[in-house]
Nanobody, 130 residues
């Protein structure tokens, strides 16, 4: 059974930092794509960042220069370092994994978890106060 377990969410003030972690079990990162989506109440599920097994990254324009995605293949863990956080970054953040890049092709979904990548984590809340 494939599982993605996120950690690292929390509450910070604007300008602060958080690092999200997502540890996968039941599959390896070889030939897989990992990424993070986020969804705030009443909003769509938006793609934040992805990373391929060979380290190619993608960032949404709204987080470029502030967020960094990385992975540790030995630990089967992907990270999202979030710096210079803004109140508009407040959302539930979901780790996702896919066996094919095109499953991350939708940068916006109606709801997280029910479409797109093959596997999803349970989500971790990030709250940024002004």
């Amino acid at each position: 059974e494939v599982q993605l377990v996120e950690s690292g969410g929390g509450s910070v003030q604007a300008g602060g930092s958080l690092r999200l972690s997502c540890t996968a079990s039941g599959f390896t990162f070889d030939d897989s794509y990992m990424g993070w989506y986020r969804q705030a109440p009443g909003n769509t599920c938006d793609l934040v960042s992805t990373i391929s097994s060979d380290g190619i990254t993608y960032y949404a324009d709204s987080v470029k220069g502030r967020f960094t995605i990385s992975q540790d293949n030995a630990k089967n863990t992907v990270y999202l370092q979030m710096n210079s956080l803004k109140p508009e970054d407040t959302a539930e953040y979901y780790c996702a994994a896919a066996h094919a890049a095109q499953l991350f092709g939708a940068t916006r979904l109606t709801y997280c978890v029910v479409a797109g990548p093959n596997y999803w984590g349970q989500g971790t809340q990030v709250t940024v106060s002004s």
